[in-house]
């Protein structure tokens, strides 16, 4: 199984890095407290950091908001997904334990300002890819069993079977969204090189460190860009 980001997405945004995490054997059942005290912390720092501010300004969201807009995406429709978790803490200091899995990920996105995925390979089909849609591909929402049917030209997380996550950073879906039986599972962190690429790293390395001291997992970091735009998860 490889993880790739296609030539078209480099041709307009020569920047674009991910820093990636393949976790193995994850024990995400059950419930840990001090996850739930790393999450709560996170939450509090970013609280105190962005409230009262814009922030859309912010350095790390504004970088997103303009590739956003490069590709059409109303970015004020469509936030970042960081961008819509920054904002809901910004306005309330609160964040509801998903599983231990997804507050990591919560944590480390707020920590970082970054915008971080995670998708159980188990349920995924083939390859995963960044790339645009050719048009008629299938994206279940989150939440959902109806799937949406999806133009062409859209910045996409996709593998052979459907969409995982529309307009790049926006939204993920419903198909391998990460629950407490997930074993296997695929963490991609988006950045872009001289604007947030130090810290796509310290978060990749940071949260493979976490997954294997608390949750037990093996696991692999990888790193995807213009010079080496695919690489093998296993």
Not at 84 to 102: C, F, T, Y
Request: glycine share 8%.
């Amino acid at each position: 199984m490889q993880f790739r980001v296609a030539p078209e997405i480099f041709a307009q945004f020569p920047e674009v890095c991910i820093g990636v995490v393949v976790a193995r054997e994850v024990d995400n059942r059950g419930e840990s407290a001090l996850i739930k005290e790393m999450l709560a912390a996170q939450v509090e720092a970013a609280h105190r950091e962005l409230a009262g501010g814009d922030v859309r300004q912010h350095p790390l969201i504004a970088p997103w908001r303009e590739a956003f807009r490069k590709l059409g995406y109303n970015p004020n429709r469509f936030p970042p997904s960081i961008e819509a978790l920054a904002k809901r803490v910004a306005k309330k200091p609160g964040l509801p334990s998903i599983n231990k899995v997804v507050d990591l990920v919560n944590a480390l996105s707020l920590k970082y300002m970054l915008p971080m995925g995670a998708h159980d390979l188990d349920r995924l089909q083939g390859d995963m890819q960044v790339r645009m849609t050719v048009g008629g591909e299938v994206f279940t929402p989150f939440g959902s069993e109806e799937t949406e049917v999806v133009e062409a030209g859209e910045v996409v997380y996709a593998d052979d079977l459907e969409i995982r996550t529309r307009r790049w950073v926006w939204r993920q879906g419903e198909k391998a969204k990460v629950v407490p039986e997930s074993r296997t599972i695929f963490f991609p962190i988006d950045g872009f090189r001289g604007i947030s690429d130090g810290k796509v790293l310290a978060a990749r390395d940071e949260l493979a460190d976490l997954l294997t001291r608390h949750l037990g997992a093996e696991t692999r970091c990888l790193w995807v860009d213009a010079a080496t735009p695919a690489v093998d998860l296993f």
